[in-house]
């Protein structure tokens, strides 16, 4: 079965600092991982996907199989980038597990000015 | 632009009560999925539709059920309702073609009180 751990369930830091939010996972196939975010008041919503390899809000993710990490970075962290964010795994890519995520427990990003 | 649509958006029952949560998919997408998030936990995955049938299944209880209509909306009908339901339950949806993008679009989700 496939898991997915966020080992930091709060992470603070000043604006302008830089940022990592750690994911690791573990699935015996070839995953496909995401990261999710949820701003205040706001709904779940895809912040980034490793198979596009882009970089969103100057957020990037590397998917790294040796470390079977999916760790989020950004070098200069912003107030707005406050949220809770989710890493996402989805087993069988390409087969038929239709959307099935298994997600993280979380982290909340605090960015203090 | 139009979202997932969930309602109620909060709901307080009883014990053995039963309660019914809605989910409307944005207009166009032909899947469905139901996740549950209790406090202080991660979404938990309960079951997808996709073209009206069952297309996958994960931790939903025997006492739970769901179906996804003809206009594409969902229902998730929970019966028996016990104090550790109490959760908020969240829907998404997408185009089943995209589905191997990961990308959902969630609703803001129903919360469930079970008193």
Redesign the interface.
Known sequence: AQRVTQPEKLLSVFKGAPVELKCNYSYSGSPELFWYVQYSRQRLQLLLRHISRESIKGFTADLNKGETSFHLKKPFAQEEDSAMYYCALLANAGGTSYGKLTFGQGTILTVHP | AA??IQSPRHLIKEKRETATLKCYPIPRHD?V?WYQQGP??????LI?F?EKMQ??K?SIPDRFSAQQFSDYHSELNMSSLELGDSALY?C?S?L?RW???????????SRLTVL
């Open positions: 979202g997932v899947t999925y202080g936990q991660d979404p938990q995955f997808s996709y297309s996958d994960g969240f998404a997408s089943a589905t191997n993008t990961g990308e959902l679009f969630f609703g803001e989700g």
